[in-house]
């Protein structure tokens, strides 16, 4: 190389050098002559976190990611986010888990399942015999109930019900696949009984004993309700309360009709009544009969 030409180089390294330190003094170290890269060619910040963020919920998952790039679709990968980008692999071990069209991260779904408890309880009170037995089906599946294994009632699902006996010995309860067998209770016969407030005497008058309650008739059993109590005879019969009955004389209203009645028959006289109880289902009949006693009008 020439001297001249040594001499031109030196002559502009020496004005590049005069121009860099004019620069440095005039706007500092802070120099941006030009965008180093094309803004279009640069993968925007929203795109490289959601990238970010899908490689993270994998790796969560105990995935090994490998994402691979299809050079040919660049401009697709340059605009869209992460989200919709197609072609995407995944590798876990030797399994290559391939996705072609990715809708966005999605977390894995835990599905809760609620087992319904199938156990099934039977609360059984032991059944009467010749009454209408009452019962709860707090289950989720119908009761079937059997009276020596006749099927005679069905109690739907979380429900309550009866069921009539007449004189079966063996009743089966069956809920889905549980079963409790029991025996009957027998039903007791009803019981009357006799209570008196005046059921006068040989002295006592006729007009007297009409004015006041003679009698109190109680009838007895475990399902009084069932029962029928008929009174007959020459009486008032009041009932008082359950199987409770009070009964008051009732002969005749005057002298005259009691002479007519009773004038030609010794004294002390003697008037009597009947209380039938019957059990409207067994068809059970008791009776019992009471009376009356007095001397005069």
């Known amino acids: 190389m020439s001297k001249p030409n040594k001499d031109v180089k030196f002559i502009i390294y020496q004005v590049l050098y005069i121009f860099i330190i004019v620069v440095l003094t005039m ?6 002559l030009t965008k180093v890269i094309d803004i279009n060619k640069v993968v925007e910040k929203t795109y490289s976190d959601s990238l970010k963020a899908y490689i993270d919920s994998l790796t969560a998952l105990g995935l090994v990611p490998r994402v691979e790039f299809d050079s040919a679709r660049r401009e697709d990968y340059k605009i869209q986010p992460i989200s919709v980008i197609q072609g995407i692999v995944l590798q876990e071990g030797q399994m290559i888990i391939s996705k072609k069209d990715f809708t966005g991260i999605q977390q894995p779904i835990i599905t809760e399942t ?18 209408v037995n009452s019962i709860k ?15 005679i009632q069905t109690i739907p699902a979380n429900s309550s019900g009866s069921y009539q006996l007449k004189n079966q010995s063996i009743v089966k309860y069956v809920c889905g696949g549980t079963s409790k067998q029991v025996e009957t209770l027998p039903n007791q016969i009803q019981k009357i009984s006799f209570q008196s407030f005046s059921a006068g005497s040989a002295d006592k008058k006729l007009r007297e004993l009409q004015s006041v309650i003679g009698w109190r008739i109680t009838v007895e059993d475990d399902f009084v309700d069932q029962i029928d109590i008929k009174v007959t005879g020459p009486v008032k019969a009041k009932q008082v309360g359950k199987g409770i009955i ?7 209203g005057s002298k005259d009709q009691f002479d007519k009645m009773f004038g ?8 009597t009544f009947n209380v039938v109880a019957t059990d409207k289902i067994s068809g059970k009949v008791v009776s019992r009969q009471g009376s009356f006693i007095f001397g005069e009008w």
Request: proline share 6%.
């Open 137 to 151: 089906n707090s289950n989720a599946e119908p009761l079937q109930i059997y009276a020596d294994n006749s099927l």
């Open 114 to 131: 609620k087992t319904q408890d199938q156990q099934i309880e039977l609360k059984i009170v032991q059944p009467t015999q010749y009454t």
């Open 246 to 252: 009070d009964v008051q004389l009732q002969v005749c």
């Open 27 to 32: 706007k500092g170290a802070d120099i941006d």
């Open 264 to 271: 030609d028959r010794d004294a002390p006289y003697t008037v």
